[in-house]
């Protein structure tokens, strides 16, 4: 349903009017919390007082995940994500930590 009360004629229109409903226009200039947010992701990130996280607590995370849960878009469920590092812990803890060190 459009903001005016009418309905979408074609999929092109419901797609465009779910996009402006859960997706708005971010005006730079209309909102200040919105603007703070903002400025504080230009920053860089200093985490060094950050430990590396272990091969134990990455694991116990992917443990809890909902097996039942249908995939996301990249199509992993948890089952995969968890076999793929049981087989590749080192690939996995590189990458993970290396989000952690640069945010």
């Keep these: 349903m459009t903001p005016g009360g009418s309905y979408t004629t074609d999929l092109e229109g419901t797609i465009n009017q779910v996009m402006d409903h859960f997706i708005p226009e971010d005006d730079e200039g209309s909102d200040k919390a919105h603007k703070v947010i903002r ?17 134990q607590e990455v694991l116990a995370v992917l443990e809890r995940f909902d097996p ?33 060190r640069w945010g």
């Design 39 to 55: 400025e504080r992701t230009r920053e860089p990130l200093i985490t060094n007082d950050d430990e590396e996280l272990t091969k």
């Design 68 to 100: 039942s849960k249908a995939p996301g878009g990249d199509g992993l469920n948890s089952d995969i994500l968890i076999e793929t590092f049981k087989c590749f812990p080192n690939l996995f803890m590189e990458i993970y930590n290396a989000c952690l």
